[in-house]
């Protein structure tokens, strides 16, 4: 077992743990601290797919994560004011149900991220961060702009969601479906990661023209990678947005794009937990440093700043070192 | 819709084309230059306009504003190049994003801790103020018309720079081979500096200028610097000429697709329908154009790489 093994099976312990101890204690603010954290790395996993393995900077990973917000606050609208979503060509209605609004992010943000991906893998590079942060903005207008869902102000949803066979309106019910989503995306990428397609992409990272000289396509192996990233960002949308009951075009921000490629730094890119001790350690920033100071993002941007000129490999990679890069 | 209304607008989109030229060139140049993504050129817009602000409200003379404005976004991008930036040369683009975005929440944040999180406001000086008549009886606000001029001015110094001037000569050359010109006992540290200060003043004067008509506040450079982004993208990284030709182009589409959009929208459906869904495709035009301009020529409009 490698050091970072252990950090890995240390951070998971943390995620079982401290929720426990929240219960035990009647600390339910601990609870929505954990799922926010939880559902933040899911959505970080999913970035890591295209950025880490693939090595795609997109700056745009807020479009899929609001879009996957949107998924759950149209449907979940349209059932608490019982009109049809749609009525022709056939009937759509709205859903309170979280595996079909689940499913609805996943193909919403998956079809997104096809057509951005077509248009934004036809370069490389700056132009590739800057098409994908300008694609996030368009559709952050586009959200604010469509009234009928709220336009600014955003959608809010009065009763949480359900889930056959569970009370998710319990914090900690909620959390473990959370968790549960979070350990299936880890395995999907760890999988992926191993598969001959991973590696292929991992290839066409390093070096593209020695993977197209045995045959394979690098444009469609990022293509792929950045569907399936969206498509999990999307997910954590939708969980997102049912955590605060509420949508608003901020999902969409520039910032929020940001702030999902913050998580994965900070836990070290390329690596498989590295999101989600970013997660982790962001939300925890966020709660401590954000009581001592209101301004507390100047902190964040000197830690930021710091891991990124002296600390390449996040946080994980300080402590278990490098040798799990193999670039 | 009157051909006055059709006039004024095409002068309100040159207008905010200009001020984006003025963005768009610094970064386009620091990026030809030393090939980085500059994500904090934002602030430096935010950082000259709260400048301006700041002197002009102490002073009373928005001329002094306007140099504190360019001495104190230059002295800023100068800085920040010493201190950070020249140790993100060498490194790949993902640390470039996130380092420059580190300093965005550094800068807004500090401004914010400076100034409070309430806009500042910054008047027109009474010189420029008020309508001037122009030629076919079209009344337009003086200062509007003046950063068209100014902005144009700057684009023609900036050209003169480049290609007449000893410093111009060693842009040039350092966006073709920075080997060659260290080799040639050029001080390519000192030029690195000196091409940041230049794009950290243009942005700093253009956050001023712009300062006049909106309010300066925290977060007001980032929606400006992302239009920039779309602005290089079509022109082609690394154009001067690009970014001005994108830069017009967007700021035209932006500004007539938002008051004529809607109206083609009323021939196909009711008033109310037509005015949200109007500005919906009105706010998402320009990306429409820059997604085209992709299809077409990956490389942008003048692009000399991908």
Known sequence: MTRETYVNAFTLALFVAIPLWAVVADEPFTITLMTRAAIFAIAAVGLNIALGLGGLVSLGHAVFFGLGGYSMGILAYHAQTYMSLAEWPLLIEGTKSMPVIWLTAIVVSSLAALVIGILSLRTAGVYFIMITLAFGQMFFFFAISWSEYGGEDGLSIYVRNGFPGLNTLDPIQFYGLCLGLLCLVLAFAWRLANSPFGLALNAARQAPLRVETVGLDPARLRLVAFVLSGAIAGLAGALFADLNRFVSPVMFSWQTSGEIMIFVILGGVGRLFGPVVGALVFVALEHWLGGLSEFWHIYLGLLLLLIVLFARGGLIGLVAGREAVHD | ?306
Request: one cysteine or more; proline letters at 3%; charged letters at 10%.
């Open chain 2, 1 to 306: 819709m009157s051909l006055i209304l059709l006039i004024e607008q095409i002068l309100n989109g040159l207008q905010f084309g200009i001020m984006l030229f003025l963005m768009a060139a610094g970064l386009t140049l620091i990026f030809g230059v030393m090939g980085l993504i500059n994500l904090a050129h934002g602030s430096l817009y935010m950082i000259g306009a709260f400048c301006a602000a700041a002197v002009a409200g102490l002073t009373g003379s928005f001329l002094l504003g306007l140099i504190a404005a360019l001495a104190g976004a230059a002295l800023a991008g100068a800085l920040v190049e010493l201190v950070v930036i020249r140790r993100l040369y060498r490194k790949d683009h993902l640390d470039q994003v996130l380092a420059t975005f580190a300093l965005i929440l550094i800068f807004s944040e500090g401004t914010r801790w400076l100034f409070g999180s309430f806009p500042l406001f910054l008047d027109v000086p009474d010189y420029l103020s008020g309508p001037i008549t122009l030629p076919g009886g079209i009344q337009y606000p003086l200062y509007r018309l003046a950063l068209i001029v100014i902005g144009l001015a700057v684009g023609l110094g900036l050209y003169l720079l480049i290609s007449k001037t000893r410093l111009g000569v060693q842009i040039r050359a350092g966006e073709n081979d920075r080997e060659m010109i260290a080799a040639l006992g050029i001080d390519i540290a000192k030029l690195y500096t000196i091409v940041f200060a230049l794009g950290a003043a243009l942005a700093g004067f253009a956050g001023a200028l712009v300062g006049a008509i909106q309010s300066v506040q925290v977060g007001m450079g980032e929606p400006v610097l992302i239009m920039a982004f779309v602005v290089i993208v079509i022109g082609g990284i690394g154009s001067i000429k690009g970014a001005l030709i994108g830069a017009l182009l967007v700021g035209l589409t932006d500004t007539l697709g938002g008051i004529f959009l809607p109206e083609v929208m009323k021939l196909f459906f009711d008033p109310s329908t037509a005015t949200s869904v109007g500005s919906s495709l009105a706010s998402m035009a320009i990306y429409v154009l820059m997604a085209a301009v992709l299809v077409l020529k990956p490389a942008g409009l003048f692009g000399a790489r991908a």
